[in-house]
T-cell receptor
Framework: AQTVTQSQPEMSVQEAETVTLSCTYD???????LFWYKQPPSRQMILVIR??????QNATENRFSVNFQKAAKSFSLKISDSQLGDAAMYFC??????????FGTGTRLKVLA | ETGVTQTPRHLVMGMTNKKSLKCEQH?????MYWYKQSAKKPLELMFV???????ENNSVPSRFSPECPNSSHLFLHLHTLQPEDSALYLC?????????????FGQGTRLTVV
């Protein structure tokens, strides 16, 4: 069975600073995908970034990047130059490519002006 | 309209009422999902439909009844709910068994059972 753990219920970051959100996962699958989703107050879950497990290179999307440590089963999200609009719940998720997406409990990110 | 659309956005219902949640996806995906999101809990997968057949039912009480008439529409029929069923219900879709595996979500229905 797959599990996803986010150990930080809440994080705060000063505007323009950098913050890292942690995620660990466990899966018996050899091929899987990892995601970070953002859920702002509008409630819609929006994909921030994804990582294919077979790729060694860390994914990057503008100010968002991941640190994927496959052996340690760690998948952290780094947000650079934080903006007020980054304030949201962030969910880490894992899937083996079928229809089973397993989500963590989320980290609430506050951005301080 | 694009993406995944859920209606209604908010719903208040009594424990004896019958109501339905609707989800529509305009992405051409072949799988649709219902998730329940409660405070401080992981998203709970309730139902999955792949190619219009139910492939997952995670021990959800029978007071929740899904329906998938075609690949673009998904319903969740509700009856005799309990107060603990109050939550945000999220619909999602994805294209299974291709390289693009992320799920796309709707904005959810905030359900309050009184």
């Amino acid at each position: 069975a797959q599990t996803v753990t986010q150990s930080q219920p809440e994080m705060s970051v000063q505007e323009a600073e950098t913050v890292t959100l942690s995620c660990t996962y466990d899966t018996s699958e050899s091929d899987y995908y990892l995601f970070w989703y953002k859920q702002p107050p509008s409630r819609q879950m929006i994909l921030v970034i994804r990582q294919e497990a077979y790729k060694q290179q860390n994914a990057t999307e503008n100010r968002f990047s991941v640190n994927f440590q496959k052996a340690a089963k760690s998948f952290s999200l780094k947000i650079s130059d934080s903006q007020l609009g980054d304030a949201a719940m962030y969910f880490c998720a894992c899937t083996s490519g079928t229809y089973k997406y397993i989500f963590g409990t989320g980290t609430r990110l506050k951005v301080l002006a | 309209e694009t993406g995944v659309t859920q209606t209604p956005r908010h719903l208040v219902m009594g424990m004896t009422n019958k109501k339905s949640l609707k989800c529509e996806q305009h992405l051409g995906h072949n799988a649709m999902y219902w998730y329940k999101q409660s405070a401080k809990k992981p998203l709970e997968l309730m139902f999955v439909y792949s190619l219009e057949e139910r492939v997952e039912n995670n021990s959800v009480p029978s007071r929740f009844s899904p329906e998938c008439p075609n690949s673009s529409h998904l319903f969740l029929h509700l009856h005799t709910l309990q107060p603990e069923d109050s939550a945000l219900y999220l619909c999602a879709s994805s294209q299974v068994w291709t390289g693009f595996t992320e799920a796309f979500f709707g904005q959810g229905t905030r359900l309050t059972v009184v």
